[in-house]
């Protein structure tokens, strides 16, 4: 067996990472695609391996020089029209060499695992493409199969229907065909298509003729969950790096991106916290019927999507404003509000980093019992300090402390008798179970009426389900604090889409309610599951995601965190480095559906069986 490398393109789409290279000289973690090729090649014991050269061909010539000669034999074939054609071409100036043997063909621009190589080598079925579930960020040649894996269409671009994408796999790019199949089949038809529409075409439009002739030649291997990439442009490489790094960089790699993770389909998230019941399939629906619209046409401006965001709440209109996320708010208000600002350590960091350290006084709960707080230790250590704002997130994140709403009412009036504002994040509220089982929030006008200096915060990404929609709230009954916080927002700070959402919200009113009482159950049935897992303290929480202490014994928070990603794509939350946690080996996990909830705890146990 041979393989023919593709290698001649000039990957224009990567900028000044191809201006002297060609794009199989491009590094990935530090690693150029075309040794990382060759490497994975060299295990296969090949007769030799072909690389059709164009751009920059000295240059990858000069590369490889005679770096591999002890584990291949490596012959070129050179594309002088590489600017002018596409790799039709390249493969049709290597036609004579294909029919000399059973060939593997690979495209130079892939990065891949290993297995992927001994996937495609260990079957015996001779003439095989591999193939991958379509997902979003692919792009260029799918394919239809039937029930025994015969390529029945290939899918043009004129074709491709995103309605039917459920029935669509996407070429890996890599090959094997047998002699017979070059000599009788794919060259003669190379041939006849290239004198018939040229050599600016692709040589999958070659296949595409043959499986329309016969759906049987040609047969597809679904690669499942193995990683690939193709890299065509500058975030290609950045998504590639991330996928195939590991360890410590790999976590890294994760963290850094603060979301995005759709990119990454197969990832199972509880890092990032949203409500996995909301919104409901019929809400989606109604999204998606209205999308064209929404995405052609302006937003109203921010006064309008205050009203809103009134609506949506109950809340007198001049007492809100609404956010592109709760992050806007956050930021806007912390640059307003003059003093010392109290808070509780750990905490959500956008508050504590939108202040300078002098500025900012921390209480640290005890740590025993998992940073447990009430009412009266907040007034026991903030009555001692000179502060002007004091912050409490309730439910508290990481550790899900809780506050009922009646004590949270004694610390407005108790900051009030001392001139300090009050600044309460209630975006985990609606997850709370509230001890005298009422509605736990404060965003009721006469509350915010009778305490002027209390501010109340909520991401409705988070408690809603929607990131994706950045939707955050402010109410306050200070009108001055809401016009010098409207002064920092943009008059168009929300799209479309969130303002649609807001506007529909009051019709799934009573959906939401349901979907957070199948939250609370689903979160006591996954901590009685955490909890058996006798080498995770695992501390209740009334928000959406649970504070757990890993023994030390047994591994660290940031290698658990590590393994999780590597072994089972599942990213959770190492604590690790997060203020007033730091070195204590805590990991947070989010909660989510039933399925996923049980995935991950499946992993646990099977990583420390």
């Given amino acids: 067996m041979q393989a023919i490398i593709l290698a001649a393109g000039m990957g224009r789409r990567l900028g000044d990472y191809t201006r002297d290279n060609t794009k199989c000289m491009l590094p990935v973690g530090g690693v150029r695609l075309i040794d990382r090729m060759l490497t994975q090649l060299s295990a296969l014991n090949l007769q030799r391996v072909v690389i059709v050269t164009g751009y920059k061909a000295a240059n990858l010539t000069a590369h490889i020089g005679h770096r591999y000669d002890d584990r291949l034999r490596i012959e070129y074939v050179y594309n002088p029209d590489y600017d002018k054609t596409n790799n039709i071409y390249s493969l049709f100036l290597a036609r004579q060499k294909m029919q000399e043997d059973d060939t593997l063909l690979l495209e130079s621009d892939l990065i891949f695992e290993d297995s992927l190589l001994q996937l495609i080598t260990a079957d015996a079925r001779p003439n095989l493409a591999l193939v991958a579930k379509y997902e979003t960020w692919m792009d260029g040649t799918m394919v239809r199969l039937d029930a025994d894996d015969n390529i029945v269409s290939f899918v043009t671009k004129q074709a491709f229907r995103y309605e039917h994408v459920d029935t669509y796999y996407k070429t890996v790019n890599i090959y094997k065909f047998s002699r017979e199949f070059s000599r009788q089949r794919y060259v003669p038809f190379l041939e006849a298509y290239c004198r018939a529409v040229g050599y600016n075409e692709y040589y999958e439009q070659v296949l595409r003729v043959i499986t329309f002739l016969s759906s049987n030649e040609l047969k597809a291997l679904p690669i499942g969950s193995r990683k690939w990439y193709e890299i065509d442009d500058a975030q290609d490489r950045d998504i590639a790096e991330t996928i195939f790094s590991e360890g410590p960089d790999q976590l890294r790699r994760y963290a850094r991106r603060y979301g995005g993770h759709w990119r990454f389909p197969q990832m199972l998230d509880f890092c990032y916290l949203v409500n996995p019941y909301f919104p409901t399939p019929r809400m989606h629906e109604e999204m998606r019927a209205n999308f064209s619209r929404l995405l052609c046409e302006y937003p109203s401006g921010q006064g309008v999507n205050d009203l809103l965001g009134g609506k949506c709440f109950g809340l007198r209109e001049q007492y809100v404003a609404v956010g592109n996320g709760a992050a806007e708010l956050i930021k806007a208000l912390m640059e307003i509000l003059p003093g010392r600002l109290g808070l509780t350590l750990p905490t959500f960091q956008e508050y504590p980093n939108r202040r300078s350290k002098a500025d900012v006084v921390t209480f640290v709960p005890k740590e025993e019992g998992g940073y447990r707080y009430t009412v009266e230790d907040l007034k026991a250590f903030f009555g001692r300090q000179d502060i002007s704002t004091l912050l409490l997130i309730n439910p508290d994140n990481p550790s899900g402390n809780y506050i009922p709403q009646r004590d949270v009412v004694e610390l407005a009036r108790w900051c009030e008798a001392r001139g300090v504002r009050l600044i309460v994040d209630e975006s985990f509220v609606d997850f709370a179970a509230d001890p005298a089982g009422i509605n736990a929030t404060l965003l009721q006008n006469e509350l915010l009426q009778q305490h002027p200096k209390l501010v109340v915060l909520k991401s409705i ?114 604590c690790d480095t997060k203020s007033g946690l730091e070195g204590r080996n805590y990991i947070r996990i989010a909660v989510r559906n039933e399925a996923d909830n049980k995935r991950l705890v499946a992993a646990l146990e099977e990583s420390f069986s």
């Fill in 461 to 574: 990404s988070k408690s809603y389900g929607v990131p994706g929609l950045r939707l955050g709230l402010l109410a306050s009954s200070d009108e001055e604090l809401l016009t010098a916080v409207r002064r920092n927002l943009s008059i168009w700070n929300i799209n479309s889409f969130a303002e649609f959402f807001l506007q529909i919200y009051n019709k799934y009113t009573a959906a939401y309610e349901r979907a957070c009482e199948l939250f609370r159950q689903e979160r006591a049935r996954f901590e009685a599951d955490l909890k058996q897992i006798v080498w995770l303290e695992t501390y209740p929480s009334q928000a959406n995601y649970f504070l757990c202490h890993v023994d030390p014994a047994v591994i660290s928070s940031t290698r658990l965190a590590q393994r999780l990603l590597s072994e089972h794509n599942i990213l959770i939350k190492d």
